[in-house]
């Protein structure tokens, strides 16, 4: 009883009922990311100008692929395998998920690193957003596998029928972005903004590396007993 209330899985009970039961956490983490897009709208607009509003919104763009990549392999490996009982697959589909966004990593990461420029001249136009963005995106390069493994684990968590993990780390990543740019602009300037998304990053992976894992592992021994 205790673990049906812990894990929703659609192939039991009402499906409009379990729908529902992951509607609600999955809409509430998206409301959460607005909530923080508008906060950093207000914080750095305000704080720094529109030249830094115009850099954190096309440095957004960058991000948003590189989830909808991660987020996709999570959903893909977990999914299939979890509703057919097949854990071993799921450990499997891990591995080989992560060896993709490490490669993916390496080749957009290096290019953010080694021609920020560039990069911010394809999107941006004015010297000042680009010096914004090339002074932003490295940062970004460097911790990139923060957000590329973040979404592997956190789809991961949604398909084996965890959506409040990736909720809650939606809420951490909401505060440690907020209170990163709120204590910390004033002191580094613009890059702070950087620094916040990669300390949100490294923190919620932590949270959704954990849930994983031990789901996985128990279902893997329920499995085997």
Known sequence: MQQQQQTYNLTEGKVSKLILKFFFPIFFTNMLQQIYNVADTVIVGKGLGDNALAAVGNMSSLTYFVIGFSNGLGVAFTSQNYGAGKYKRIREG???????????????????????RTLAG?????EKPISLVAEFMPICGYTLIFINFLFVYRS???????PFV????????M???????IFFVSEIGFVATAWSNTVAWFGALVLNFVAFEVNLRKKMRENVG
Do not use: D, W
Request: hydrophobic fraction near 65%; proline fraction near 4%; charged fraction near 5%.
């Open 122 to 126: 394809f999107m941006l136009s004015g």
């Open 166 to 173: 990736p909720m809650l780390s939606g809420v951490l990543e």
């Open 156 to 162: 991961g968590c949604q398909a084996m029928g965890h």
């Open 94 to 116: 891990l591995k080989v998920s992560l060896i993709i966004v490490t490669i993916a990593y390496v080749v957009l990461g290096a290019a953010m690193v080694l021609i920020p």
């Open 175 to 181: 505060v440690i972005r907020v209170l990163v740019i």
